[in-house]
């Protein structure tokens, strides 16, 4: 949740704390002329009452805003991993255009392609093996964080099954 709505609300809660006390100030400055005693004992009764329920407000406030940013953090990673999905396509779609006989693009250009995708993937594997992490790697080389676990992960796999007798 964006830190200026979190601030916004924040504030609310502050607005209406002093909404609150200055309707309490009121009351008592109405009190303090000479009347009945149980009259007081009701306005402090409503006081006690609205108290509880902007407490009750506030708690039930901030339960409805721990499970909005649980699911806007679910959808956030299922969206990347939509966004990883359709950048592996459409990376794989050019090379398979750049490669076929009929396509549009000739077999340097195939060539060129294969050598650029073989090269980020050596960068990569290279920055893993410095110790970065997968996002920053992603960061550095500006591809998608799951692209770079993709890499990572596949790399994983081979050297694991057939990487037993070279490295």
């Not at 209406?16 to 009121?26: G, R």
């Not at 409503?46 to 406030?61: G, H, P, S, Y």
């Not at 490669?99 to 893993?128: E, R, W, Y």
């Not at 093996?129 to 796999?157: D, F, T, Y």
Request: hydrophobic content about 45%.
């Amino acid at each position: 949740m964006p830190v200026a709505e979190f601030k916004f609300i924040v504030f609310a809660l502050i607005a209406f704390d002093i909404l609150i006390v200055a309707a309490i100030v009121f009351l008592i400055k109405r009190v303090k002329t000479p009347s009945p005693a149980p009259s007081f004992d009701k306005a402090l009764s409503m006081i006690e009452n609205l108290i509880k329920e902007a407490d009750e407000t506030e708690r039930r406030f901030g339960l409805q805003m721990k499970e909005k940013r649980r699911l806007i953090t679910q959808l956030n990673q299922q969206l990347d991993k939509r966004i990883i999905s359709l950048n592996i396509l459409f990376n794989r779609a050019d090379l398979l255009a750049t490669a076929s006989p009929g396509g549009t693009g000739s077999s340097s250009t195939s060539a060129s392609a294969t050598d650029t995708v073989d090269k980020q993937q050596a960068q990569i594997v290279s920055l893993a093996r410095k110790g970065h992490k997968a996002a920053e790697i992603a960061q550095k080389l500006s591809i998608p964080k799951g692209e770079v676990q993709l890499v990572l992960n596949l790399k994983r796999q081979l050297t694991e099954t057939g990487g037993s007798g070279s490295s």
